[in-house]
């Protein structure tokens, strides 16, 4: 199977798709083919076998092909005319703006495309923190009480600590632990700066977290290992770009079979069929025996290779069972119908 990797794109986590595609080369069995976005929104051919981020930092990828993408993929020109680009199926690796927030999907999907990753409705959901705390509670699954502010509300925080979250941002950029109204400005000012709204939340200092990642083939779920991420006060951007990298298998959590169980039926609430097509990661806090969403992840960072025993394995399943785009024919009855009505 030959996947065609589409990284980088226009959002503030660019750099971090990167890192995330580059450790690809060391999970994935198949051939890889690497398409590369950048901030001008020009598609790229990288030579899988001079791909480093180097290249992009210092700008030398613009001396690779560039790609057009039309019907039926991706091509580049050739001595005579173009070259279309050999490609099985696509990975959208592109996290944050463009590859999360349903850009990427709407152009796949309208050059009838096969490719794992979100589909338009689910990068609706998991994109915007908003839209994910009402999608979970319609589907049954409990979530930390949250205010929702824009940049024009006047904030009004009552209790701390709390934590601020910037509503389309991942990574945790822009995120602040508050633990007084002294710092509340200066943390708004950080949110703000990189989006018009946020959720505030308590804080609550200890509260366990867990990561689980999986997809459903064929109507029946893969899942990976449960984790609990080793962390300080929170996981703060430097902490999670680092995660990007990370190839190696992580340790399963420390829970009984009963919160095992617990954990992989909210998963399964929240995957739904709203994320067929897709795999990803939802962090969980559970409290009280009580298991709480804190964040769906639609394009988890390096992919959570590492929570899977056989990464490969799974996401070639994934690749051979994608769901298929309904065939609407137009036949233009309706209108043929009025005509006849007309005489005419």
């Known amino acids: 199977m030959k996947i065609g990797i589409v990284f980088g794109g ?3 986590e660019h750099e971090i798709s990167i890192v995330s595609s580059i450790a690809m080369k060391d999970v994935l069995k198949d051939e890889l083919i690497y398409i590369f976005l950048d901030q001008d929104r020009t598609f790229y051919h990288i030579p899988t076998a001079t791909i480093k981020s180097k290249l992009f930092s210092s700008g030398e990828y613009k001396k690779c092909d560039t790609l057009t993408l039309k019907k039926g993929g991706f091509s580049k020109k050739a001595m005579f005319g173009e070259k279309e680009l050999d490609v ?3 990975l959208n690796l592109t996290h944050g703006g463009d590859g999360e927030d349903g850009l990427l999907a709407s152009l796949f999907e309208f050059n009838n495309l096969a490719y794992i990753g979100p589909r338009k409705g689910a990068c609706a959901v998991a994109f915007n923190k908003f839209l994910t705390k009402g999608y979970a509670a319609s589907t049954g699954v409990k979530t930390i009480d949250y205010n929702y502010f824009t940049k024009d509300d006047e904030v009004i925080v009552d209790t701390f600590p709390v934590i601020i979250k910037p509503v389309t941002l991942g990574s945790s950029i822009g ?3 508050v633990k007084s109204q002294e710092e509340l400005n200066y943390a708004l000012d950080v949110a703000f700066e990189f989006d018009d709204a946020i959720i505030i939340e308590p804080f609550i200092s200890g509260i366990k977290e867990y990561n689980l990642a999986g997809c459903k083939v064929n109507g029946e779920f893969l899942f990976s290992i449960i984790e609990e991420p080793q962390k300080a006060e929170f996981l703060d951007f430097d902490k999670k770009y680092l995660d990007f990298a990370r190839t190696s298998t992580a340790l399963t959590a420390d829970l009984s079979e009963t919160m095992q169980e617990k954990v992989k039926e909210t998963f399964k609430k929240v995957y739904n069929n709203t994320f067929e097509g897709s795999l990803i990661r939802c962090d ?6 009580e298991v709480y969403l804190n964040e769906i992840n639609p394009i988890p960072g390096s992919m959570a290779n590492y929570l899977f025993e056989d990464f490969n394995a799974v996401l070639t399943s994934l690749a051979k069972a994608l769901p298929k785009t309904r ?4 036949d233009y009855a309706y209108v043929n119908k009025i005509q006849a009505s007309k005489g005419k």
């Open 175 to 177: 995120v602040s632990i």
């Open 88 to 90: 099985d199926v696509l």
């Open 327 to 330: 065939q609407i024919k137009v």
């Open 284 to 289: 969980l806090f559970i409290e009280n025996d």
């Open 10 to 12: 226009v959002s503030f």
